[in-house]
């Protein structure tokens, strides 16, 4: 089945600088790929995703691209502030099975230092 | 306001007594998930619904029940919880159309302590 994994597990980053966070993905078939952001004590939510037709895709300060041979894509936020820090998840959908299944990553914790 | 919603928001119990945790979205979707949260572990899904009467596991079944008998609503059930269902639960939804989905939305989680 499809696996992902999300490196670094932490990341620790001056304001104003830019963080990266990568994934891997197992499932060659998958063609969706979400970042979801939770803050201390908050549920998930979806920050940017990218479909398996695009390459890139930005929103402001955060973007997402994803190269599918290689199997990976990163989230990028650039000019960091002391509120992007959160645990980030990145997660990928299969075509098998269920077609809503998402797998998630084990999460970055982000920690902007002001 | 299109929202998930989730109750209880925090439960401590005992081991073996029975409980739910309830689930419900308002916006019409027709798929809804169960998710838990451990420590280094991400989130993992328990339980899923396609639509109503349409259930299946998830990656991490054992232990838990769910049913879908309304579009709106997703409970989990525990039948005899054990310390280790000690955990984060989140429900969310999403539309699915021609086979494809949309944004997966979260509910604002459920706090679990089982002594």
């Known amino acids: 089945g499809e696996n992902v994994e999300q490196h670094p597990s932490t990341l620790s980053v001056q304001e104003g600088d830019s963080a990266v966070i990568k994934c891997t993905y197992s499932?060659?078939?998958?063609?969706?790929f979400p970042w979801y952001k939770q803050e201390l004590g908050k549920r998930p939510q979806l920050i940017i995703d990218?479909?398996?037709?695009?390459g890139e895709k930005k929103d402001q300060r955060i973007a997402v691209t994803l190269n599918k041979t290689a199997k990976h894509f990163s989230l990028h936020i650039t000019e960091t502030q002391p509120e992007d820090s959160a645990v980030y998840f990145c997660a990928a959908r299969g075509l098998g099975g269920a077609t809503n299944k998402l797998i998630f990553g084990t999460g970055t914790l982000l920690a902007v230092q002001p | 306001e299109a929202q998930v919603t989730q109750n209880p928001r925090y439960l401590i119990t005992v081991t073996g007594k029975k409980l739910t945790v309830t689930c419900s979205q308002n916006?019409?979707?027709?798929?809804m998930s169960w998710y838990r949260q451990d420590p280094g572990l991400g989130l993992r899904q328990i339980y899923y619904?396609?639509?109503?009467?349409?259930?299946d596991k998830g990656d991490v079944p054992e232990g838990y029940k769910v049913s879908r008998k309304e579009k709106r609503n997703f409970p989990l059930i525990l039948e005899s919880p054990s310390p280790n269902q000690t955990s984060l639960y989140f429900c969310a939804s999403s539309l699915v159309a021609a086979f494809r989905t949309d944004t997966q939305y979260f509910g604002p989680g459920t706090r679990l302590t089982v002594l």
């Open positions: 619904s396609m639509n109503v009467e349409v259930t």
């Open positions: 499932d060659s078939a998958s063609n969706y």
């Open positions: 990218i479909r398996s037709n695009v």
């Open positions: 916006m019409n979707h027709e798929y």
